[in-house]
């Protein structure tokens, strides 16, 4: 059974960078598509990017150009570089993984970690 953990979040002003963590423990790690989801308080959970195999990315619309998402499949993690934070960015954050595809849609993900908290402040 796979499992997801996230790692990074934190608090910090506008305009500043935090780095997030995933580790997972999914069996065969590189075959999996992964994004990167976040829901605010009161909202609903929204796509912020994917990647599939080592270079297929997509991002969206509010964050691009400002997040970067990657991952080391030999260290089974995936990663969200997050620059030029604004107090809209605030929200958990949830790494999914899905196997053999990657999607703007939650619901094609079968493995969600636990979430964690990114705080920007004005």
């Known amino acids: 059974q796979g499992q997801l953990v996230e790692s990074g979040g934190g608090s910090v002003q506008a305009g500043g960078s935090l780095r997030l963590s995933c580790v997972g423990s999914?069996?065969?790690?590189?075959?999996?598509?992964l994004g990167w989801f976040r829901q605010a308080p009161g909202a609903e959970r929204e796509f912020v990017a994917y990647?599939?195999?080592?270079?297929?990315?997509q991002y969206a619309d509010s964050v691009k150009g400002r997040f970067t998402i990657s991952r080391d499949n030999t260290k089974d993690t995936l990663y969200l570089q997050m620059n030029s934070l604004k107090p809209e960015d605030t929200a958990v954050y949830y790494c999914a993984a899905a196997g053999g595809v990657a999607s703007t849609n939650a619901n094609r993900y079968q493995f969600w970690g636990p979430g964690t908290q990114v705080t920007v402040s004005a």
């Open positions: 990647i599939y195999q080592t270079s297929h990315t």
């Open positions: 999914l069996g065969t790690f590189s075959g999996y598509g």
